[in-house]
Protein backbone atom coordinates (compact mmCIF):
# COMPACT_ATOMS: atom_id res chain seq x y z
CA UNK A 1 0.00 0.00 0.00
CA UNK A 2 1.43 3.66 -0.58
CA UNK A 3 2.77 5.78 2.23
CA UNK A 4 0.08 8.59 1.79
CA UNK A 5 -3.16 7.41 3.72
CA UNK A 6 -3.72 10.49 5.68
CA UNK A 7 -5.75 13.37 4.77
CA UNK A 8 -3.46 15.61 6.82
CA UNK A 9 -0.03 17.17 5.54
CA UNK A 10 2.30 17.78 8.25
CA UNK A 11 5.63 19.22 9.08
CA UNK A 12 7.80 15.90 9.53
CA UNK A 13 5.62 13.68 9.03
CA UNK A 14 6.75 10.25 9.30
CA UNK A 15 4.38 7.86 6.75
CA UNK A 16 8.08 7.16 4.97
CA UNK A 17 8.95 5.12 8.76
CA UNK A 18 6.36 2.85 8.19
CA UNK A 19 8.16 -0.17 6.84
CA UNK A 20 10.60 0.65 9.75
CA UNK A 21 7.68 0.44 12.58
CA UNK A 22 5.99 -2.48 11.04
CA UNK A 23 9.54 -4.45 11.45
CA UNK A 24 9.55 -3.25 15.07
CA UNK A 25 6.38 -4.54 15.63
CA UNK A 26 6.89 -7.83 13.92
CA UNK A 27 10.57 -8.22 15.58
CA UNK A 28 8.94 -7.82 18.93
CA UNK A 29 5.26 -9.86 17.67
CA UNK A 30 2.82 -7.25 18.77
CA UNK A 31 -0.16 -7.38 17.01
CA UNK A 32 -2.79 -5.38 19.12
CA UNK A 33 -2.28 -1.67 19.89
CA UNK A 34 -0.48 0.87 18.07
CA UNK A 35 -0.33 3.85 20.52
CA UNK A 36 0.59 7.69 19.21
CA UNK A 37 0.72 10.57 21.93
CA UNK A 38 1.35 12.98 19.63
CA UNK A 39 -0.87 11.82 16.26
CA UNK A 40 -0.56 15.00 14.44
CA UNK A 41 -1.37 13.67 10.65
CA UNK A 42 -1.36 10.21 12.20
CA UNK A 43 0.20 8.73 9.13
CA UNK A 44 2.23 6.17 10.35
CA UNK A 45 -0.82 4.74 12.53
CA UNK A 46 -2.91 4.73 9.71
CA UNK A 47 -1.06 2.94 7.13
CA UNK A 48 -0.54 -0.17 10.36
CA UNK A 49 -4.18 0.06 10.57
CA UNK A 50 -5.56 -0.11 7.24
CA UNK A 51 -2.77 -2.86 6.40
CA UNK A 52 -3.87 -4.83 9.26
CA UNK A 53 -0.60 -4.73 10.91
CA UNK A 54 -2.67 -3.75 13.98
CA UNK A 55 -5.72 -4.13 15.52
CA UNK A 56 -6.15 -1.20 17.10
CA UNK A 57 -4.90 2.22 17.24
CA UNK A 58 -4.80 5.12 19.55
CA UNK A 59 -4.32 8.74 18.40
CA UNK A 60 -3.89 11.58 20.93
CA UNK A 61 -3.05 15.29 20.34
CA UNK A 62 -3.33 18.15 22.53
CA UNK A 63 -4.03 20.59 19.76
CA UNK A 64 -8.07 20.72 19.81
CA UNK A 65 -8.12 21.69 16.29
CA UNK A 66 -6.44 18.28 14.77
CA UNK A 67 -8.64 16.43 17.70
CA UNK A 68 -11.77 18.14 16.36
CA UNK A 69 -10.63 16.96 12.78
CA UNK A 70 -10.39 13.39 13.68
CA UNK A 71 -13.04 13.56 15.28
CA UNK A 72 -14.68 14.11 12.65
CA UNK A 73 -13.58 11.59 10.44
CA UNK A 74 -14.91 9.13 12.79
CA UNK A 75 -18.40 10.40 13.48
CA UNK A 76 -19.51 13.04 10.96
CA UNK A 77 -17.46 11.34 7.89
CA UNK A 78 -20.31 11.76 5.92
CA UNK A 79 -20.79 15.34 6.23
CA UNK A 80 -17.27 16.43 6.40
CA UNK A 81 -17.08 14.87 3.16
CA UNK A 82 -19.92 16.46 1.58
CA UNK A 83 -18.32 19.68 2.90
CA UNK A 84 -15.12 18.84 1.41
CA UNK A 85 -16.97 18.15 -2.38
CA UNK A 86 -18.78 21.55 -1.70
CA UNK A 87 -16.43 24.14 -0.06
CA UNK A 88 -14.68 27.40 -1.94
CA UNK A 89 -11.37 27.30 -2.28
CA UNK A 90 -11.33 31.23 -2.30
CA UNK A 91 -8.58 34.00 0.17
CA UNK A 92 -12.19 34.98 1.66
CA UNK A 93 -13.19 31.73 2.63
CA UNK A 94 -9.54 31.09 3.75
CA UNK A 95 -9.91 33.75 5.88
CA UNK A 96 -13.12 33.02 7.68
CA UNK A 97 -11.28 29.91 8.79
CA UNK A 98 -8.79 31.49 10.12
CA UNK A 99 -10.99 33.08 12.62
CA UNK A 100 -12.23 29.83 13.41
CA UNK A 101 -9.25 28.37 14.46
CA UNK A 102 -8.43 31.63 16.36
CA UNK A 103 -11.46 31.68 18.55
CA UNK A 104 -12.57 27.56 18.88
CA UNK A 105 -14.83 28.63 22.07
CA UNK A 106 -17.28 30.35 19.15
CA UNK A 107 -17.38 27.13 17.26
CA UNK A 108 -19.19 23.73 17.18
CA UNK A 109 -16.23 20.56 17.16
CA UNK A 110 -17.21 19.73 13.78
CA UNK A 111 -16.21 23.87 12.34
CA UNK A 112 -13.12 23.68 13.90
CA UNK A 113 -12.24 20.11 12.71
CA UNK A 114 -13.00 20.93 9.50
CA UNK A 115 -11.28 24.95 9.70
CA UNK A 116 -8.26 23.27 10.88
CA UNK A 117 -8.79 20.51 7.54
CA UNK A 118 -9.04 23.62 5.36
CA UNK A 119 -5.83 25.41 6.41
CA UNK A 120 -3.64 22.52 6.68
CA UNK A 121 -4.50 21.46 3.14
CA UNK A 122 -4.33 25.38 1.83
CA UNK A 123 -1.53 26.77 4.05
CA UNK A 124 2.19 26.84 2.96
CA UNK A 125 3.35 23.01 3.86
CA UNK A 126 0.16 22.55 5.51
CA UNK A 127 1.34 24.52 8.99
CA UNK A 128 -2.01 25.94 10.09
CA UNK A 129 -0.02 29.14 11.26
CA UNK A 130 1.42 29.60 8.14
CA UNK A 131 0.14 31.75 4.93
CA UNK A 132 -2.26 30.65 2.38
CA UNK A 133 -0.28 28.80 -0.90
CA UNK A 134 -0.32 31.29 -3.54
CA UNK A 135 -0.46 34.25 -1.13
CA UNK A 136 -3.13 36.12 -0.60
CA UNK A 137 -3.17 37.84 -3.52
CA UNK A 138 -2.80 34.27 -5.61
CA UNK A 139 0.10 35.55 -7.45
CA UNK A 140 2.42 32.48 -6.69
CA UNK A 141 2.99 29.59 -9.26
CA UNK A 142 1.17 27.43 -6.68
CA UNK A 143 -2.80 28.43 -6.08
CA UNK A 144 -4.82 28.03 -2.42
CA UNK A 145 -5.98 24.38 -4.35
CA UNK A 146 -2.80 23.30 -4.91
CA UNK A 147 -3.37 20.59 -2.35
CA UNK A 148 -6.79 20.09 -2.39
CA UNK A 149 -7.38 17.24 -4.58
CA UNK A 150 -11.47 16.42 -3.26
CA UNK A 151 -11.91 12.88 -4.60
CA UNK A 152 -9.10 12.13 -3.56
CA UNK A 153 -9.53 13.43 0.00
CA UNK A 154 -12.50 12.19 0.02
CA UNK A 155 -11.19 8.63 -0.84
CA UNK A 156 -9.25 8.27 2.19
CA UNK A 157 -11.50 9.98 4.78
CA UNK A 158 -14.22 7.24 3.91
CA UNK A 159 -11.69 4.59 4.23
CA UNK A 160 -10.65 5.56 7.76
CA UNK A 161 -13.99 5.61 8.78
CA UNK A 162 -14.93 2.44 7.66
CA UNK A 163 -12.50 1.44 10.47
CA UNK A 164 -13.46 3.99 13.25
CA UNK A 165 -14.08 0.96 15.73
CA UNK A 166 -10.87 0.80 15.92
CA UNK A 167 -9.23 3.91 16.25
CA UNK A 168 -9.72 5.38 19.72
CA UNK A 169 -9.08 9.48 19.34
CA UNK A 170 -8.38 11.42 22.87
CA UNK A 171 -7.55 15.40 23.45
CA UNK A 172 -5.06 14.97 26.33
CA UNK A 173 -1.60 16.96 27.66
CA UNK A 174 0.66 14.37 25.98
CA UNK A 175 2.84 13.60 29.49
CA UNK A 176 -0.89 13.25 31.18
CA UNK A 177 -1.82 10.81 28.02
CA UNK A 178 1.71 8.77 29.16
CA UNK A 179 0.92 9.06 32.65
CA UNK A 180 -2.88 8.54 33.00
CA UNK A 181 -3.69 6.39 29.72
CA UNK A 182 -1.27 4.40 28.88
CA UNK A 183 -0.82 1.98 32.15
CA UNK A 184 -4.38 1.08 30.98
CA UNK A 185 -3.41 -0.26 27.61
CA UNK A 186 -2.84 -4.16 27.25
CA UNK A 187 0.87 -5.31 27.30
CA UNK A 188 0.31 -6.39 23.23
CA UNK A 189 1.16 -2.50 22.71
CA UNK A 190 3.99 -0.30 20.85
CA UNK A 191 3.97 3.35 21.45
CA UNK A 192 5.47 5.84 19.28
CA UNK A 193 6.34 9.00 20.40
CA UNK A 194 7.15 11.93 17.84
CA UNK A 195 7.21 15.38 20.03
CA UNK A 196 7.50 18.39 18.66
CA UNK A 197 11.24 19.23 17.64
CA UNK A 198 13.80 20.78 19.54
CA UNK A 199 14.86 23.11 17.26
CA UNK A 200 12.39 25.29 14.45
CA UNK A 201 9.07 23.85 17.04
CA UNK A 202 7.42 27.60 17.07
CA UNK A 203 7.42 27.77 13.25
CA UNK A 204 5.65 24.69 13.23
CA UNK A 205 3.79 24.09 15.73
CA UNK A 206 1.20 25.86 17.60
CA UNK A 207 2.09 23.82 20.57
CA UNK A 208 6.00 24.13 20.60
CA UNK A 209 8.18 22.70 23.61
CA UNK A 210 11.00 24.73 25.21
CA UNK A 211 14.35 23.34 26.97
CA UNK A 212 12.66 22.78 29.99
CA UNK A 213 9.56 20.79 28.18
CA UNK A 214 11.86 18.63 26.33
CA UNK A 215 13.70 17.61 29.55
CA UNK A 216 10.74 17.07 31.66
CA UNK A 217 9.43 14.74 29.01
CA UNK A 218 12.37 13.09 28.81
CA UNK A 219 12.60 11.96 32.31
CA UNK A 220 8.71 11.19 32.16
CA UNK A 221 9.25 8.93 29.25
CA UNK A 222 12.05 6.72 30.06
CA UNK A 223 10.59 6.44 34.03
CA UNK A 224 6.67 6.04 33.05
CA UNK A 225 6.29 3.88 30.31
CA UNK A 226 6.07 0.27 30.78
CA UNK A 227 5.56 -0.74 27.59
CA UNK A 228 7.54 -0.75 24.74
CA UNK A 229 8.39 2.44 23.25
CA UNK A 230 10.32 4.46 20.03
CA UNK A 231 10.94 7.92 20.17
CA UNK A 232 11.67 10.32 16.94
CA UNK A 233 13.27 13.70 17.29
CA UNK A 234 15.33 16.01 15.36
CA UNK A 235 18.97 14.80 15.79
CA UNK A 236 20.31 17.54 17.77
CA UNK A 237 23.30 16.89 20.68
CA UNK A 238 20.81 18.02 23.30
CA UNK A 239 18.11 15.85 22.86
CA UNK A 240 20.65 12.44 22.48
CA UNK A 241 22.10 13.98 25.80
CA UNK A 242 18.65 13.18 27.69
CA UNK A 243 18.14 10.18 26.23
CA UNK A 244 22.41 9.06 26.58
CA UNK A 245 21.65 5.85 28.56
CA UNK A 246 18.72 4.88 25.51
CA UNK A 247 20.03 2.77 22.53
CA UNK A 248 19.52 5.30 19.36
CA UNK A 249 20.76 6.01 15.50
CA UNK A 250 20.48 9.07 13.20
CA UNK A 251 19.32 8.78 9.74
CA UNK A 252 18.28 11.36 7.39
CA UNK A 253 14.92 12.46 6.22
CA UNK A 254 13.73 15.38 3.79
CA UNK A 255 11.45 17.99 4.70
CA UNK A 256 9.32 20.71 3.38
CA UNK A 257 8.30 22.96 5.40
CA UNK A 258 9.02 26.68 4.37
CA UNK A 259 11.36 25.02 2.31
CA UNK A 260 12.80 22.07 1.07
CA UNK A 261 15.85 20.52 3.21
CA UNK A 262 17.33 18.00 4.50
CA UNK A 263 17.71 17.17 8.45
CA UNK A 264 19.24 14.77 10.17
CA UNK A 265 17.10 12.72 13.08
CA UNK A 266 17.08 10.11 15.89
CA UNK A 267 15.03 6.82 16.72
CA UNK A 268 16.11 6.51 20.52
CA UNK A 269 14.73 3.33 21.98
CA UNK A 270 13.30 1.70 25.15
CA UNK A 271 15.92 -1.36 26.81
CA UNK A 272 13.88 -4.07 26.49
CA UNK A 273 12.82 -3.71 22.62
CA UNK A 274 14.15 -5.77 20.37
CA UNK A 275 15.46 -4.00 17.24
CA UNK A 276 15.31 -5.17 13.38
CA UNK A 277 18.59 -6.96 12.57
CA UNK A 278 19.85 -3.93 10.27
CA UNK A 279 19.78 -1.86 13.65
CA UNK A 280 23.24 -3.15 14.89
CA UNK A 281 25.39 -1.90 18.04
CA UNK A 282 27.61 -0.29 15.04
CA UNK A 283 24.90 1.96 14.11
CA UNK A 284 24.12 2.65 17.88
CA UNK A 285 27.94 3.85 17.92
CA UNK A 286 28.59 5.56 14.45
CA UNK A 287 24.97 8.00 15.65
CA UNK A 288 27.38 8.55 18.86
CA UNK A 289 30.53 9.29 16.92
CA UNK A 290 28.58 11.63 14.60
CA UNK A 291 27.14 13.85 17.27
CA UNK A 292 30.21 14.13 18.51
CA UNK A 293 32.16 15.74 15.50
Not at 52 to 79: C, M, P, R, T
Not at 122 to 137: D, E, Q
Not at 147 to 176: P, W
Amino acid sequence: MGIHKTPLRYPGGKQKLTPFIREILQQNDIKGHYVEPYAGGAGVAIELLLNEDVQHIHLNDSDLGIYAFWHSVLNENEKLCREILVASLTVEVWKKHKEVVKKPQNHSLFELGFSTFFLNRCNRSGVISAGVIGGLNQEGNYKIDARFSRNDLIRRIELIGRYKDRITITNMDAECYINEYLPQLPTDSLIYLDPPYYNKAKALYLNAYNKNDHARLAQTIQSKIAHNWVLSYDGVPQIVDLYSDRRYFLYNLQYSAAKSYKGQEVFIFCDQIILPHRCSLSNVNEGLQTLMI
